[in-house]
T-cell receptor, first 114, second 112 residues
Framework: DTAVSQTPKYLVTQMGNDKSIKCEQNLGHDTMYWYKQDSKKFLKIMFS???????INETVPNRFSPKSPDKAHLNLHINSLELGDSAVYFC?????????????FGPGTRLLVL | ELKVEQNPLFLSMQEGKNYTIYCNYSTTSDRLYWYRQDPGKSLESLFV?????AVKQEGRLMASLDTKARLSTLHITAAVHDLSATYFC????????????FGKGTRLSVIA
């Protein structure tokens, strides 16, 4: 009964390839996020979706394209992978209304681009 | 632009000692979060602080929030090895369902 799950956990690929990461939450939350954690452990928001609609898109190359087929899923597709894309990508979710809850994070997807 | 600064970034402390991690942020917010991350793991929520003067305690950790000073502290009492991890503070960008802006993390190592 994992709250926020991501697949795959590990992804090793060559430069120039296209890959996708999937995220699902079973918490009934309306808002989902993608964060990137680089090699120095810095965490930064990439995208935020509310009820399947994109609400925040930080300065991220357009090679990254999120897709939310329903409010329980938020996938991340990456085109033409570059070495600098190597990082850990975390999906998270939170309820829509201002609530006394934190954001819940998935286990992370460790992407290594060779 | 909201900025969140933590210090120290690295902390090595002896078992049994006390220490405080500081988290400053640059714009008004009354929602602050503390997370713990073990190596190779995800982020585990420790505390949610929602108002000025909020104080929460769990075991050897106590977090507080001063919204006027834009400062939160995470106090560690009588540290034990199991507390070794990276601790992040994060501030909500807006209305509660907006992304978090994270500090750079404090890498804590508790040694015997």
């Amino acid at each position: 009964d994992t709250a926020v799950s991501q697949t795959p956990k590990y992804l090793v690929t060559q430069m120039g390839n296209d890959k996708s990461i999937k995220c699902e939450q079973n918490l009934g939350h309306d808002t989902m996020y993608w964060y990137k954690q680089d090699s120095k452990k810095f965490l930064k928001i990439m995208f935020s979706y509310n009820n399947k609609e994109l609400i925040i898109n930080e300065t991220v190359p357009n090679r990254f394209s999120p897709k939310s087929p329903d409010k329980a899923h938020l996938n991340l597709h990456i085109n033409s992978l570059e070495l600098g894309d190597s990082a850990v990508y975390f999906c998270a979710s939170s309820p829509q209304v201002r609530a006394q809850e934190t954001q819940y994070f998935g286990p992370g997807t460790r992407l290594l681009v060779l | 632009e909201l900025k969140v600064e933590q210090n120290p970034l690295f902390l090595s402390m002896q078992e049994g000692k006390n220490y405080t991690i500081y988290c400053n942020y640059s714009t008004t917010s009354d929602r602050l979060y503390w997370y713990r991350q073990d190596p190779g793991k995800s982020l585990e929520s420790l505390f949610v602080l929602l108002s000025n003067g909020a104080v929460k305690q769990e075991g050897r950790l106590m977090a507080s929030l001063d919204t006027k000073a834009r400062l939160s502290t995470l106090h560690i009492t009588a540290a034990v090895h199991d507390l070794s991890a990276t601790y992040f503070c994060a501030v909500d960008m807006g209305s509660g369902n907006t992304p978090l802006v994270f500090g750079k993390g404090t890498r804590l190592s508790v040694i015997a």
